[in-house]
């Protein structure tokens, strides 16, 4: 059995704003990874894994999946038989696609059609990403697909729309550049279903619909149209102003823990701050000119420089 990685991913860019339409860019993230592998299940991960692992293939045998998306479910349960775990260090609860790389995974390895990401036109990007958000609706209730199709990818992937993707390519990071992006650790594991819940209901408000869609959207597209450029000034611009909305409206999902140096970046100017995927805990996402300023002005943080520019 060959063990391709699935590595995880980050949503730079869409959090919550995807379900409304906007655009999104997420981006593979090599630093944590998962694989499927064999053993005798000593460890109390491994026979947890296991267990969830018998537990998903329970499920998929509820699902129908579109014709040329099948599975082999047969051979997939005699491998949880023959003792099959995911060995993997990608946290959960952290925005950075725990369930997404395993059901990229699965997908690699028991579809029954095979499919080489290099070669994947936009309308199988299309349907790769309904047949994930089936698959990895198991985890979260719903599931827009797009975690697990930038794990399989293994590519950076721009969400057009709610049903368009596409494969992109991102400005080279160049490790002797001043500016990053980066991780900073909540301290605190985040649950996305509660916190997507929290977002609908504030959905139900007429007002937070209007500022979202006017001002939210807005500025989000415009970060991505400016990074793919690679156009800093308009870039920093509107992502003030992403960080500034996302402080006033998106406070529940704010850890309490990064509320004051949320502050302190939009006062200084030093940084930027925004979600990385549901918040709620997890990570929460850093923007800056200048990594050693904000590095500072950060301690005590722990903090995972993801990308140089």
Known sequence: ???????????????????????????????????????ALPTD?????????????SYLNTVILPDGYQLDLEAFQKDIDNNLFFDSNIPQGYGVGSSGAL?????????????????????????????????ESYF??????????????????LIENRESVDKVTIPASTDDRKGAIFLIDSGMVGETGPMVQIFF??????????????EFIRYNNACID???????????KNL??????????????????????????????????????SGGGGYILGFTRDYEEAEKMLSGFNKEVIYRF
């Open 140 to 157: 979260h209730g719903t599931s827009s697909g797009i975690d697990p199709l930038i794990c399989y990818m293994n590519l950076p992937i």
């Open 240 to 277: 003030k102003k992403l960080s500034v909305w996302a402080y006033d409206h998106f406070k529940p999902m704010i850890p309490e823990s990064i509320y004051n140096i949320w502050k302190k970046g939009i006062d200084t100017n030093a940084y930027y701050l925004k979600l990385c995927g």
């Open 226 to 236: 400016a990074f793919l450029k690679k156009e800093m000034n308009p870039f920093f």
């Open 1 to 39: 059995m060959t063990n391709p990685l699935f590595y995880a991913k980050i949503l730079l860019f869409g959090e919550y704003g995807i379900i409304e339409d906007s655009q999104g860019l997420t981006v593979p993230y090599s630093f944590y990874k998962g694989t499927l592998k064999f053993s």
């Open 45 to 57: 991960f491994e026979k947890k894994s296991n267990e969830h692992l018998r537990l998903y293939a």
């Open 103 to 135: 059901v990229a995974a699965i997908f690699e390895r028991y579809s029954l059609t095979k499919y080489h990401p290099d070669s994947i036109s936009k309308d199988q990007l299309k349907d790769l990403k309904k047949v994930f958000g089936i698959l």
């Open 201 to 214: 209901e504030k959905m139900k408000t007429e007002g937070f619909r209007k500022t979202l869609r006017e």
